[in-house]
């Protein structure tokens, strides 16, 4: 099956800076990844998401990169500011109806 | 924050217990998924159903039993032969069982086994 693997666990940045969190997946077939954003106390939230057919996608001072060659993708935010403090969560599909997640980030942004 | 709401928010249970989880959601999805969040290794899912009377093992079933009698409600039991089971619980439903769709989650239930 999909074993995905996502680094740093943690992240310290200031605020302003960018961020950069990757993920690995093993399964070629895997089509679909998106990445989900928990923030203390709430909910898993979907932020972005890429399919395989997209190298790239961005939205506002968030943006999500994909590689198939090497089967690596990754959440980039700029402009960091402490609400962006949580915890990020990458996912890849394992068939068509699951999704495999990673083992989460914690971004800490400091004024 | 409606949409997905599970209970209680917290639960004790004494060793040898089983005890339900509750997940109810009113976003009229047809997929509803059970996920065990332990600190260090992300969502790992329990089980998952496609429709009413349909069901199907996770990465992590064993030790965990599910109904889905109702479209609305999918109740998770965490029974005595779970070895581990004090946990932070997710619910999440989608609108159809595929991996695209996006999942809406619930607050959460933190079980802690006295």
């Known amino acids: 099956g999909e074993n995905v693997e996502q680094h740093p666990s943690t992240l310290s940045v200031q605020e302003g800076d960018s961020a950069v969190i990757k993920c690995t997946y093993s399964d070629s077939a895997s089509n679909y990844f998106p990445w989900y954003k928990q923030e203390l106390g709430k909910r898993p939230q979907l932020i972005i998401d890429i399919r395989s057919n997209v190298g790239e996608k961005k939205d506002q001072r968030i943006a999500v990169t994909l590689n198939k060659t090497a089967k690596h993708f990754s959440l980039h935010i700029t402009e960091t500011q402490p609400e962006d403090s949580a915890v990020y969560f990458c996912?890849?599909?394992?068939?068509?109806?699951?999704?495999?997640f990673g083992t989460g980030t914690r971004l800490l942004v400091s004024p | 924050d409606g949409g997905i709401t599970q209970s209680p928010k917290y639960l004790f249970r004494k060793e040898g217990q089983n005890v339900t989880l509750s997940c109810e959601q009113n976003l009229n999805h047809d997929a509803m998924y059970w996920y065990r969040q332990d600190p260090g290794q992300g969502l790992r899912l329990i089980y998952y159903s496609q429709i009413v009377n349909d069901f199907q093992k996770g990465d992590i079933a064993e030790g965990y039993s599910v109904s889905r009698e109702k479209k609305e409600s999918f109740p998770l039991t965490v029974t005595s032969a779970q070895k581990n089971p004090t946990a932070f619980y997710l619910c999440a439903s989608s609108i159809a069982l595929l991996a695209d769709n996006e999942q809406f989650f619930g607050p959460g239930t933190r079980l802690t086994v006295l």
């Open positions: 996912a890849a599909s394992e068939g068509f109806q699951k999704l495999v």
